[in-house]
Nanobody, 122 residues
Framework: QVQLVESGGGLVQAGGSLRLSCAPS????????MGWFRQAPGKEREFVAA???????YYSDSVKGRFTISRGNAKNTVYLQMNSLKPEDTAVYSC????????????????WGQGTQVTVSS
C-alpha cells in the first residue's frame, strides 16, 4: 500500500520554526513533484510549496521567504522548513505526490498523506 507519512507538526509560538517531513512508503517518488498543502478550520485546502523531481521549487506568496521545501539526499523524503511562523499559518499540513503539471492545485496530485497539525500561538 502506497502511503505518505508526515511528521514534525506541533505547537509553536509566533516567530518560531518547525520542520515538517514527508516520508513515502510502498514506492519511491523520486520522479514525482512533491507538494505541501494546508487546510485551516473552515477554509479550503491551499497550496503552500512544491518541488519538482529536478529540484525546481515553487511557493505561495503567503509563505515565500519564510518556508523552504527540499528533498533529502535520496530524494525520496521531502521537508518543509518553516521559519518566522505566524498565527495564520495554523493548519493541518499535508504532503502530496503528483505529475507536476498543476503543482499549485490539489488536482495535480495523486497521492496524499493524512496530514500533521501545526498550531502557532500569538
Amino acid at each position: 500500500q502506497v502511503q505518505l507519512v508526515e511528521s514534525g507538526g506541533g505547537l509553536v509560538q509566533a516567530g518560531g520554526s518547525l520542520r515538517l517531513s514527508c516520508a513515502p512508503s510502498g514506492r519511491t517518488f523520486t520522479t514525482y513533484t512533491m507538494g505541501w498543502f494546508r487546510q485551516a478550520p473552515g477554509k479550503e485546502r491551499e497550496f503552500v510549496a512544491a518541488i519538482t523531481y529536478n529540484s525546481f521549487t515553487y511557493y505561495s506568496d503567503s509563505v515565500k521567504g519564510r518556508f523552504t521545501i527540499s528533498r533529502g539526499n535520496a530524494k525520496n523524503t521531502v521537508y518543509l522548513q518553516m521559519n518566522s511562523l505566524k498565527p495564520e499559518d495554523t493548519a493541518v499540513y499535508s504532503c502530496a505526490a503528483g505529475s507536476g503539471t498543476y503543482y499549485y492545485s490539489t488536482s495535480g496530485y495523486l497521492y496524499w498523506g493524512q496530514g500533521t497539525q501545526v498550531t502557532v500561538s500569538s
